[in-house]
Protein backbone atom coordinates (compact mmCIF):
# COMPACT_ATOMS: atom_id res chain seq x y z
CA UNK A 1 0.00 0.00 0.00
CA UNK A 2 1.35 3.63 -0.94
CA UNK A 3 2.71 5.36 1.78
CA UNK A 4 4.23 9.23 2.89
CA UNK A 5 7.32 8.53 4.05
CA UNK A 6 9.69 11.35 6.08
CA UNK A 7 13.19 11.65 6.98
CA UNK A 8 14.85 12.20 9.27
CA UNK A 9 13.15 10.50 12.19
CA UNK A 10 14.34 12.78 14.77
CA UNK A 11 16.55 15.30 13.76
CA UNK A 12 18.27 17.99 17.00
CA UNK A 13 19.42 21.31 15.97
CA UNK A 14 20.92 24.35 17.95
CA UNK A 15 18.66 27.27 17.73
CA UNK A 16 19.16 29.57 15.21
CA UNK A 17 20.57 27.01 12.81
CA UNK A 18 18.18 26.04 9.62
CA UNK A 19 16.47 22.76 9.22
CA UNK A 20 15.01 20.62 5.76
CA UNK A 21 12.77 18.10 6.79
CA UNK A 22 12.25 15.82 3.76
CA UNK A 23 8.75 14.02 2.71
CA UNK A 24 8.11 11.59 -0.23
CA UNK A 25 4.04 11.94 -0.59
CA UNK A 26 2.52 9.33 -2.20
CA UNK A 27 3.31 8.99 -6.14
CA UNK A 28 -0.18 9.85 -7.30
CA UNK A 29 -1.17 12.56 -5.37
CA UNK A 30 -0.97 16.11 -6.19
CA UNK A 31 -1.45 18.36 -2.95
CA UNK A 32 1.37 18.22 -0.18
CA UNK A 33 0.79 19.76 3.47
CA UNK A 34 2.84 20.26 6.06
CA UNK A 35 1.37 19.97 9.76
CA UNK A 36 2.72 20.32 13.45
CA UNK A 37 2.24 18.65 16.88
CA UNK A 38 3.42 20.40 19.68
CA UNK A 39 4.01 17.53 22.20
CA UNK A 40 0.83 16.60 23.86
CA UNK A 41 -1.19 19.08 21.62
CA UNK A 42 -3.45 19.31 19.26
CA UNK A 43 -2.29 18.59 15.50
CA UNK A 44 -1.96 22.07 13.52
CA UNK A 45 -2.35 22.96 9.72
CA UNK A 46 1.07 24.64 8.68
CA UNK A 47 0.49 25.21 4.98
CA UNK A 48 -0.55 23.65 1.69
CA UNK A 49 1.04 23.24 -1.51
CA UNK A 50 -0.13 22.92 -4.91
CA UNK A 51 1.67 23.35 -8.98
CA UNK A 52 5.09 24.36 -7.27
CA UNK A 53 2.54 27.54 -5.34
CA UNK A 54 1.31 27.62 -1.40
CA UNK A 55 -2.39 27.29 -1.43
CA UNK A 56 -3.04 28.48 2.06
CA UNK A 57 -0.94 29.22 5.36
CA UNK A 58 -1.52 29.42 8.61
CA UNK A 59 0.04 32.18 10.82
CA UNK A 60 2.30 29.79 12.13
CA UNK A 61 4.28 29.53 8.83
CA UNK A 62 5.66 32.74 9.37
CA UNK A 63 9.07 33.75 7.18
CA UNK A 64 11.26 31.89 8.82
CA UNK A 65 9.31 28.86 7.06
CA UNK A 66 9.50 27.33 3.06
CA UNK A 67 8.13 24.44 1.14
CA UNK A 68 10.02 23.37 -1.98
CA UNK A 69 9.30 20.26 -4.10
CA UNK A 70 13.03 20.26 -5.61
CA UNK A 71 12.09 17.18 -8.04
CA UNK A 72 9.19 14.96 -8.62
CA UNK A 73 9.02 12.68 -5.44
CA UNK A 74 10.81 15.25 -2.20
CA UNK A 75 8.33 17.73 -0.86
CA UNK A 76 10.46 19.45 2.02
CA UNK A 77 10.23 21.91 4.63
CA UNK A 78 12.81 24.26 5.65
CA UNK A 79 13.18 26.38 8.80
CA UNK A 80 15.90 29.14 9.22
CA UNK A 81 16.66 30.73 12.11
CA UNK A 82 15.00 27.57 14.45
CA UNK A 83 13.77 28.97 17.75
CA UNK A 84 12.92 26.66 20.93
CA UNK A 85 9.36 26.99 20.15
CA UNK A 86 10.02 24.80 17.00
CA UNK A 87 10.62 21.84 18.89
CA UNK A 88 7.52 19.79 17.57
CA UNK A 89 6.59 16.73 15.64
CA UNK A 90 5.79 17.80 12.01
CA UNK A 91 3.84 15.84 9.84
CA UNK A 92 3.95 15.92 5.72
CA UNK A 93 0.64 14.51 3.99
CA UNK A 94 -0.66 14.27 0.74
CA UNK A 95 -4.11 14.19 -1.23
CA UNK A 96 -5.20 13.43 -4.66
CA UNK A 97 -7.45 16.26 -4.91
CA UNK A 98 -7.69 19.46 -2.93
CA UNK A 99 -11.01 19.72 -2.23
CA UNK A 100 -12.19 19.45 1.26
CA UNK A 101 -13.39 16.32 0.72
CA UNK A 102 -9.58 14.80 -0.18
CA UNK A 103 -8.43 12.35 2.04
CA UNK A 104 -4.92 13.44 3.73
CA UNK A 105 -2.83 10.81 4.56
CA UNK A 106 -0.08 11.64 6.84
CA UNK A 107 3.85 10.14 6.94
CA UNK A 108 5.40 9.28 10.61
CA UNK A 109 6.52 12.46 10.90
CA UNK A 110 9.94 13.94 12.20
CA UNK A 111 10.30 15.03 15.80
CA UNK A 112 12.46 18.22 15.72
CA UNK A 113 14.16 19.07 18.80
CA UNK A 114 15.82 22.92 19.19
CA UNK A 115 17.97 23.30 21.96
CA UNK B 1 -13.91 30.26 11.90
CA UNK B 2 -13.75 26.64 12.04
CA UNK B 3 -13.12 25.03 15.48
CA UNK B 4 -13.30 21.34 16.98
CA UNK B 5 -13.68 20.32 20.38
CA UNK B 6 -13.06 16.75 21.79
CA UNK B 7 -14.12 17.78 25.68
CA UNK B 8 -13.06 14.05 26.94
CA UNK B 9 -9.08 14.49 27.10
CA UNK B 10 -8.71 10.66 28.25
CA UNK B 11 -10.72 8.18 29.29
CA UNK B 12 -9.77 4.80 30.29
CA UNK B 13 -11.62 1.42 30.21
CA UNK B 14 -11.59 -2.52 30.27
CA UNK B 15 -11.03 -4.43 27.50
CA UNK B 16 -14.87 -5.54 25.86
CA UNK B 17 -16.21 -2.27 27.17
CA UNK B 18 -17.78 0.04 24.69
CA UNK B 19 -16.69 3.23 24.57
CA UNK B 20 -17.55 6.57 22.61
CA UNK B 21 -15.66 9.16 22.03
CA UNK B 22 -17.25 12.92 21.21
CA UNK B 23 -16.60 15.45 18.75
CA UNK B 24 -18.41 18.35 18.12
CA UNK B 25 -17.38 21.06 15.98
CA UNK B 26 -18.42 24.72 14.38
CA UNK B 27 -18.55 26.21 11.18
CA UNK B 28 -20.47 28.29 9.14
CA UNK B 29 -20.06 26.44 5.90
CA UNK B 30 -23.33 24.50 4.56
CA UNK B 31 -20.66 21.83 2.91
CA UNK B 32 -17.77 20.41 5.28
CA UNK B 33 -16.02 17.28 5.77
CA UNK B 34 -15.18 15.41 8.96
CA UNK B 35 -12.65 13.12 9.55
CA UNK B 36 -11.16 10.69 12.45
CA UNK B 37 -7.61 10.08 13.02
CA UNK B 38 -6.11 7.40 15.20
CA UNK B 39 -2.41 8.72 16.78
CA UNK B 40 -0.83 4.76 18.09
CA UNK B 41 1.87 5.42 20.45
CA UNK B 42 4.24 4.64 17.79
CA UNK B 43 3.38 8.82 16.80
CA UNK B 44 2.06 8.59 13.20
CA UNK B 45 -1.46 9.75 12.06
CA UNK B 46 -4.15 6.89 10.86
CA UNK B 47 -7.19 8.15 8.82
CA UNK B 48 -10.44 5.71 9.83
CA UNK B 49 -12.93 7.39 8.12
CA UNK B 50 -14.26 10.46 6.38
CA UNK B 51 -17.70 11.79 6.03
CA UNK B 52 -19.19 14.84 4.30
CA UNK B 53 -22.13 17.03 5.63
CA UNK B 54 -24.59 15.89 3.42
CA UNK B 55 -24.12 11.97 4.15
CA UNK B 56 -25.94 11.77 7.76
CA UNK B 57 -26.11 7.97 7.71
CA UNK B 58 -24.43 6.18 10.58
CA UNK B 59 -21.40 4.28 9.71
CA UNK B 60 -19.92 0.67 10.91
CA UNK B 61 -16.90 -0.48 9.83
CA UNK B 62 -16.19 -3.85 11.94
CA UNK B 63 -15.95 -2.85 15.63
CA UNK B 64 -15.93 0.80 14.81
CA UNK B 65 -18.67 3.04 14.44
CA UNK B 66 -19.75 6.73 13.58
CA UNK B 67 -23.14 8.83 14.51
CA UNK B 68 -23.13 11.79 12.82
CA UNK B 69 -25.89 14.07 13.91
CA UNK B 70 -26.20 17.86 11.93
CA UNK B 71 -28.42 18.74 13.94
CA UNK B 72 -26.20 18.79 17.03
CA UNK B 73 -22.83 19.38 15.49
CA UNK B 74 -21.50 15.96 16.39
CA UNK B 75 -19.21 13.10 14.79
CA UNK B 76 -18.92 10.89 18.13
CA UNK B 77 -17.04 7.32 17.29
CA UNK B 78 -17.93 3.96 19.06
CA UNK B 79 -15.53 1.29 19.33
CA UNK B 80 -17.38 -1.63 20.32
CA UNK B 81 -15.82 -4.74 22.66
CA UNK B 82 -12.56 -2.39 22.66
CA UNK B 83 -9.08 -4.10 22.70
CA UNK B 84 -6.19 -3.26 23.84
CA UNK B 85 -4.59 -1.75 20.84
CA UNK B 86 -7.01 0.60 20.65
CA UNK B 87 -5.31 2.51 23.38
CA UNK B 88 -4.30 5.71 21.43
CA UNK B 89 -5.18 8.82 20.58
CA UNK B 90 -7.93 9.90 18.76
CA UNK B 91 -8.39 13.10 16.87
CA UNK B 92 -11.40 13.95 14.87
CA UNK B 93 -10.93 16.84 12.14
CA UNK B 94 -12.62 19.62 10.04
CA UNK B 95 -12.07 20.68 6.38
CA UNK B 96 -13.90 22.86 4.08
CA UNK B 97 -14.99 22.61 0.74
CA UNK B 98 -12.33 24.93 -0.89
CA UNK B 99 -8.68 24.70 -2.12
CA UNK B 100 -6.03 24.79 0.16
CA UNK B 101 -7.87 22.00 2.43
CA UNK B 102 -6.77 22.82 5.65
CA UNK B 103 -7.89 20.29 7.91
CA UNK B 104 -8.90 21.91 11.71
CA UNK B 105 -7.88 19.35 14.88
CA UNK B 106 -9.84 18.54 18.05
CA UNK B 107 -7.56 18.23 20.83
CA UNK B 108 -7.82 14.39 20.81
CA UNK B 109 -8.50 12.01 23.12
CA UNK B 110 -6.33 9.60 24.76
CA UNK B 111 -7.75 6.03 24.96
CA UNK B 112 -6.51 3.60 27.51
CA UNK B 113 -7.99 0.31 27.47
CA UNK B 114 -6.56 -2.06 30.00
CA UNK B 115 -6.49 -5.83 29.90
Known amino acids: EPEVTQTPSHQVTQMGQEVILRCVPISNHLYFYWYRQILGQKVEFLVSFYNNEISEKSEIFDDRFSVERPDGSNFTLKIRSTKLEDSAMYFC?????????????FGPGTRLLVL | AQKVTQAQTEISVVEKEDVTLDCVYETRDTTYYLFWYKQPPSGELVFLIRRNSFDEQNEISGRYSWNFQKSTSSFNFTITASQVVDSAVYFC????????????FGGGTRLMVKP
Open chain 2, 93 to 104: ALSRNNAGNMLT
Open chain 1, 93 to 105: ASSEGTSGQETQY
